[in-house]
C-alpha cells in the first residue's frame, strides 16, 4: 500500500494481514504512518497505489460508509465523540451503517451488549458525552463502533491520555473482543501494552514495515524493538 500526502510519502509499499479473531499491533514511533494506515482502510484516506481486501472484496477507493457497512469499524485517535449527545444517543448513530438491517429489536440487542461489556456506560447513558471521563469517552467510543456489528475493528491509540489502570481496563475489553471473534487492527503508543495483548505485530518506520512477527518473539527482541519505537516502547 502506498499512501501520499502532496509530495511526501507517508506509506512506502507496507503489506499487513489481519486474520479472524485476531489482534494485530501497528506500532511505531510518531509520524511513523501508522494512523494513516486505519485511515486509508477505512476509506478517510484515498490509497496512491496498492489493494485493501477485506475477505474476497477490494475495497480501497470505496466511500467510507460503503466501508463501514461492509463491516469495518473504525475508533479515531482521541475518540471523536459527539459530546453535546447523550451517551444512549452516540451509541444509537453508531448502528447508523445497519441501515435497513437495523430493526428495533436489532439495535436494542446491540445497546444491552454494549452495556453489559461496558456497565458504566449502562449508569450514565443520558449523561452528556462531553461530560464523561476520558475512560469513559473512551468506552462510548468503542462501544459506538461495536454498534454497526463490525467484523473488523481499527483501534487508534486507546490508551492516549488515559490512566494506567484505565489502560489495562480498556486492553483487557480489547482481549474479550478479540475472544468474540472479531478482528483488531490496534495502534498503540505503548509497545509493551499492545505486545501483552496482540497475536502479532508490524512495527512502522517511515511509513515502511521495518519488522514484523508474533508478540512473543518481538517481546524478547528488546534491542530491535527500542530501536524502531524509542520512548513509545
Excluded at 133 to 145: D, H, P
Excluded at 178 to 204: K, M, W
Excluded at 210 to 226: N, P
Aim: charged share 25%.
Amino acid at each position: 500500500l502506498h499512501v501520499r500526502y502532496g509530495g511526501i510519502a507517508a506509506l512506502s509499499g507496507i503489506s499487513l494481514s489481519l486474520r479472524k479473531g485476531e489482534i494485530v499491533a501497528l506500532l511505531g514511533a510518531n509520524g511513523a504512518g501508522k494512523s494513516t494506515c486505519l485511515r486509508t482502510i477505512s476509506g478517510l484516506v484515498r490509497p496512491h497505489a496498492g489493494e485493501i481486501r477485506l475477505a474476497d472484496k477490494v475495497i480501497q477507493g470505496t466511500a467510507p460508509e460503503k466501508i463501514s457497512r461492509d463491516g469495518v469499524a473504525h475508533v479515531p485517535e482521541h475518540r471523536r465523540i459527539f459530546a453535546p449527545l447523550s451517551v444512549a444517543d452516540n451509541l444509537l448513530l453508531g448502528a447508523y451503517p445497519l441501515g435497513r438491517r437495523g430493526r428495533r429489536s436489532r439495535i436494542a440487542e446491540r445497546l444491552k451488549a454494549v452495556y453489559e461489556l461496558f456497565p458504566r456506560l449502562a449508569e450514565r447513558r443520558q449523561q452528556l458525552g462531553g461530560t464523561l471521563s476520558g475512560g469513559e469517552q473512551q468506552m462510548l467510543a468503542i462501544g459506538r463502533a461495536l454498534m454497526s456489528e463490525p467484523r473488523v475493528l481499527l483501534l487508534d491509540e486507546p490508551s492516549v491520555g488515559l490512566a494506567p489502570r484505565v489502560v489495562d481496563a480498556i486492553m483487557s475489553t480489547v482481549k474479550i473482543l478479540r475472544d468474540t471473534g472479531l478482528s483488531i487492527l490496534l495502534v498503540e503508543q505503548f509497545a509493551h501494552s499492545a505486545l501483552e495483548i496482540a497475536d502479532r505485530a508490524y512495527v512502522l518506520r517511515s511509513g515502511r514495515v521495518a519488522l514484523e512477527g508474533s508478540s512473543a518473539e518481538l517481546s524478547r527482541d528488546k534491542r530491535l524493538v527500542e530501536s524502531y519505537l524509542g520512548s513509545a516502547s
